[in-house]
């Protein structure tokens, strides 16, 4: 494999010394990482610039030790930025350009240059692609080996990744996966935020949130879905009505992730309005056109939400604020707000996360590293504010629910109102207890592809194989709560390229079940065959699936049998796709509710065209899906017992134990 550009040839070079590249002046011109808290010792330092310094030869310690100290100073973190590639625009180009020996090889470097591309990623100089710290890697050392040991990969290699750090490429064979990545995989009694700090700054641990660290994020687009069936299915349950015309949707941020609620909105016909305190975010959407209008005024956003309601058309607003200040403009207004939620990066809310109402975005940048803890008392402030405003609206009739942003649990342990009288449990439902949950456990999740040759026609073609899969599925004697899901998915995929959802790589996402993702694969795999695509197609998932993740907060937080805190499943997942085929599989301490609070696991494979690919994609995908209707089918789920009882009619091999349920009479005659 491997074509010849002269520009990416310098990825086979991994860390050029000679000469030392110059530093490259601070660019302003793309968003960058609030520094972070400095906490080490002075021996911890120390040992921070050892393990910094081990990347490079001793004759240049002396040249190089002074200033990742001033980095580690500034920022609380070594992102090495000398080494930052100048000579070449960092994105996903097409596959054969890619200086491989293997076409997986290509793919995977491909997938971590769209992450860390500046239209894609958060951070993109401090190899953040989003939720705050999501991690591709810890500096950029690291990048250069890893894209060099990628060049020089077989299909007799696999490239094991600690944390972002490349241990190096070992022996294995062409059915192996060709990348290993774990990240954050810390000692339980370890995983505290505290302790996150500190082994970062040290170098040696990430947090890879879902997708950045697993090389797998393809932009907002990638939640876009998921936030279109939730505020679809928030409406059925909360208004027994899928017409979301002239209904308000509140919400915060706009973000990697968070930038999806935007289109969202406008997707299901709602008046959506976004809060968002970082004006770089908000320009960035409104030029992206994933917000339409913008405004920073209350009095005047105030007047024309109320336009809005009454036009029934759908609007996307990004509030240029703080979102307490929004919600506190609300309460004192008439206007009636339907929905509300909120998707601040509350997993991190000391570290730039969340933004207290109090003080200014640039105020609060400079107190989180200067003085911690007044920040952190001012984080904790506004929480209450914040949870105080929403119950007011709650109490007027707002449908309120946590989107698996830690927001609840940030609330509580802020001692705001969160919880409902006399009692431990939340006021709000989570999304997955409420609405999400479900639609997992009947296997529907975000299955997504990339489309290689960076070709928008190759990509128009997968929209057309998906659709008329669709169409073929949902004709089928199907189960009726499993109907409307298809009839979502064939609105979301028929409109999907009108919509503008691209940026970065040519990719798109559908939630599907087993049976959809096998059948879009293998179709996937054929047309690459036959020569329809023009390039190898590389499939993944968001973690936040059927079986990716075990998270009480989120994807697990409506598992009812108390194994909610255990991680067996995102584990079994893991080792499960690695030896049924995946091209990478990755393993992550964290995600979207927080370090510590979270295990998930994912996979990346590449269909090239070959039988190969096909065999490995039916195997994978059907266990990578039943492995998790499995567990919720054993933890009371009754979607999921439907779904696995389907699931081993189609599969004779397949043989899951299902759970004997007890009656409540039975409980109550032992006095329980």
Same mark, same amino acid.
Request: proline letters at 5%; one cysteine or more.
């Given at each position: 494999?491997?074509?010849?550009?002269?520009?990416?040839?310098?990825?086979?070079?991994?860390?050029?010394?000679?000469?030392?590249?110059?530093?490259?002046?601070?660019?302003?011109?793309?968003?960058?990482?609030?520094?972070?808290?400095?906490?080490?010792?002075?021996?911890?330092?120390?040992?921070?610039? $050892?393990?910094?310094?081990?990347?490079?030869?001793?004759?240049? #310690?002396? #040249?190089?030790?002074?200033?990742?100290?001033?980095?580690?100073?500034?920022?609380? #973190?070594?992102?090495?930025?000398?080494?930052?590639?100048?000579?070449?625009?960092?994105?996903?180009?097409?596959?054969?350009?890619?200086?491989?020996?293997?076409?997986?090889?290509?793919?995977?470097?491909?997938?971590?240059?769209?992450?860390?591309?500046?239209?894609?990623?958060?951070?993109?100089?401090?190899?953040?692609?989003?939720?705050?710290?999501?991690?591709?890697?810890?500096?950029?050392?690291?990048?250069?080996?890893?894209? $060099?040991?990628?060049?020089?990969?077989?299909?007799?290699?696999?490239?094991?990744?600690?944390?972002?750090?490349?241990?190096?490429?070992?022996?294995?064979?062409?059915?192996?996966?060709?990348?290993?990545?774990?990240?954050?995989?810390?000692?339980?009694?370890?995983?505290?935020?505290?302790?996150?700090?500190?082994?970062?700054?040290?170098?040696?641990?990430?947090?890879?949130?879902?997708?950045?660290?697993?090389?797998?994020?393809?932009?907002?687009?990638?939640?876009?879905?998921?936030?279109?069936?939730?505020?679809?299915?928030? *409406?059925?349950?909360?208004?027994?009505?899928?017409?979301?015309?002239?209904?308000?949707?509140?919400?915060?941020?706009?973000?990697?992730?968070?930038?999806?609620?935007?289109?969202?909105?406008?997707?299901?016909?709602?008046?959506?309005?976004?809060?968002?305190?970082n004006i770089d975010a908000v320009n960035k959407r409104h030029a992206q056109g994933w917000v339409l209008e913008v405004y920073?005024?209350?009095?005047?956003?105030?007047?024309?939400?109320?336009?809005?309601?009454?036009?029934?058309?759908?609007?996307?607003?990004?509030?240029?604020?703080?979102?307490?200040?929004?919600?506190?403009?609300?309460?004192?207004?008439?206007?009636?707000?339907?929905?509300?939620?909120?998707?601040?990066?509350?997993?991190?809310?000391?570290?730039?996360?969340?933004?207290?109402?109090?003080?200014?975005?640039?105020?609060?940048?400079?107190?989180?590293?200067?003085?911690?803890?007044?920040?952190?008392?001012?984080?904790?402030?506004?929480?209450?504010?914040?949870?105080?405003?929403?119950?007011?609206?709650?109490?007027?009739?707002?449908?309120?629910?946590?989107? *698996?942003?830690?927001?609840?649990?940030?609330?509580?342990?802020?001692?705001?109102?969160?919880?409902?009288?006399?009692?431990?449990?939340?006021?709000?439902?989570?999304?997955?207890?409420?609405?999400? *949950?479900?639609?997992?456990?009947?296997?529907?999740?975000?299955?997504?592809?990339?489309?290689?040759?960076?070709?928008?026609?190759?990509?128009?073609?997968?929209?057309?194989?998906?659709?008329?899969?669709?169409?073929?599925?949902?004709?089928?004697?199907?189960?009726?709560?499993?109907?409307?899901?298809?009839?979502?998915?064939?609105?979301?995929?028929?409109?999907?390229?009108?919509?503008?959802?691209?940026?970065?790589?040519?990719?798109?996402?559908?939630?599907?079940?087993?049976?959809?993702?096998?059948?879009?694969?293998?179709?996937?795999?054929?047309?690459?065959?036959?020569?329809?695509?023009?390039?190898?197609?590389?499939?993944?998932?968001?973690?936040?699936?059927?079986?990716?993740?075990?998270?009480?907060?989120?994807?697990?937080?409506?598992?009812?049998?108390?194994?909610?805190?255990?991680?067996?499943?995102?584990?079994?997942?893991?080792?499960?796709?690695?030896?049924?085929?995946?091209?990478?599989?990755?393993?992550?301490?964290?995600?979207?509710?927080?370090?510590?609070?979270?295990?998930?696991?994912?996979?990346?494979?590449?269909?090239?065209?070959?039988?190969?690919?096909?065999?490995?994609?039916?195997?994978?995908?059907?266990?990578?899906?039943?492995?998790?209707?499995?567990?919720?089918?054993?933890?009371?789920?009754?979607?999921?017992?439907?779904?696995?009882?389907?699931?081993?009619?189609?599969?004779?091999?397949?043989?899951?134990?299902?759970?004997? #349920?007890?009656?409540?009479?039975?409980?109550?005659?032992?006095?329980?």
């Amino acid at each position: 494999m491997g074509g010849s550009n002269n520009v990416l040839d310098s990825l086979t070079k991994g860390l050029v010394l000679n000469p030392l590249p110059e530093h490259p002046a601070y660019d302003t011109s793309v968003p960058h990482a609030p520094g972070r808290p400095i906490n080490l010792s002075e021996n911890e330092k120390r040992l921070a610039i $050892k393990n910094s310094l081990r990347y490079f030869p001793a004759s240049l #310690h002396q #040249h190089l030790a002074p200033e990742f100290l001033e980095e580690l100073n500034r920022y609380g #973190h070594i992102y090495m930025y000398r080494f930052r590639p100048v000579n070449y625009e960092m994105k996903a180009y097409p596959i054969d350009q890619y200086p491989a020996k293997c076409k997986h090889a290509a793919a995977i470097m491909l997938m971590i240059m769209n992450n860390l591309d500046k239209e894609v990623a958060q951070f993109p100089h401090e190899l953040i692609t989003y939720g705050g710290n999501g991690s591709v890697f810890q500096n950029w050392a690291q990048y250069h080996l890893v894209m $060099k040991y990628l060049s020089e990969m077989t299909d007799n290699q696999t490239l094991s990744m600690y944390s972002g750090h490349p241990m190096g490429l070992f022996p294995s064979k062409p059915s192996s996966p060709r990348v290993i990545v774990t990240n954050g995989m810390v000692i339980p009694n370890y995983s505290s935020r505290a302790d996150y700090e500190r082994m970062y700054a040290l170098g040696v641990s990430q947090y890879g949130q879902m997708t950045a660290g697993s090389y797998c994020y393809i932009g907002p687009q990638g939640i876009v879905h998921g936030t279109t069936i939730t505020l679809l299915n928030a *409406g059925r349950k909360y208004m027994a009505s899928d017409d979301l015309r002239g209904k308000l949707f509140v919400t915060s941020g706009l973000g990697g992730m968070s930038g999806a609620q935007a289109k969202a909105a406008v997707i299901c016909g709602a008046v959506g309005i976004v809060a968002e305190v970082n004006i770089d975010a908000v320009n960035k959407r409104h030029a992206q056109g994933w917000v339409l209008e913008v405004y920073s005024d209350l009095d005047k956003l105030i007047e024309r939400i109320k336009s809005a309601k009454q036009e029934k058309k759908p609007m996307s607003i990004a509030y240029h604020g703080n979102v307490v200040d929004l919600w506190e403009k609300l309460v004192a207004s008439d206007v009636d707000v339907e929905l509300g939620s909120d998707q601040t990066s509350l997993h991190n809310p000391y570290n730039g996360g969340y933004y207290p109402a109090e003080i200014t975005f640039e105020e609060a940048n400079t107190m989180m590293v200067k003085d911690p803890v007044k920040f952190k008392s001012l984080v904790e402030s506004s929480l209450v504010r914040h949870a105080d405003a929403i119950n007011k609206l709650s109490k007027r009739g707002m449908k309120f629910w946590d989107y *698996g942003n830690s927001f609840l649990l940030e609330a509580s342990r802020a001692k705001a109102d969160i919880f409902k009288p006399n009692s431990k449990e939340f006021r709000y439902p989570s999304y997955v207890q409420d609405i999400m *949950g479900d639609i997992f456990s009947l296997g529907f999740g975000p299955f997504r592809w990339v489309c290689t040759s960076g070709n928008p026609a190759d990509l128009q073609k997968t929209d057309d194989i998906a659709r008329e899969i669709i169409e073929k599925l949902r004709a089928e004697d199907i189960p009726t709560n499993v109907h409307q899901q298809f009839n979502d998915n064939h609105l979301w995929i028929t409109q999907a390229g009108e919509h503008k959802l691209v940026v970065g790589s040519q990719a798109r996402i559908l939630y599907s079940d087993a049976l959809g993702r096998v059948e879009l694969a293998v179709a996937f795999n054929k047309a690459v065959a036959s020569g329809q695509l023009t390039a190898p197609v590389v499939i993944s998932r968001d973690h936040h699936d059927v079986s990716g993740t075990d998270s009480p907060w989120r994807e697990t937080s409506n598992v009812v049998d108390g194994s909610e805190f255990c991680a067996d499943m995102a584990v079994q997942n893991f080792v499960g796709d690695a030896h049924r085929g995946a091209t990478w599989i990755s393993l992550h301490n964290g995600g979207g509710t927080g370090w510590g609070e979270a295990i998930n696991g994912g996979f990346g494979m590449v269909l090239d065209g070959s039988q190969d690919s096909e065999e490995r994609a039916r195997m994978m995908l059907a266990w990578d899906v039943n492995n998790g209707i499995a567990r919720r089918s054993w933890s009371y789920n009754d979607n999921a017992e439907t779904t696995i009882q389907r699931a081993m009619k189609i599969e004779p091999l397949l043989k899951v134990t299902l759970p004997n #349920h007890t009656s409540d009479e039975t409980l109550k005659s032992i006095g329980l």
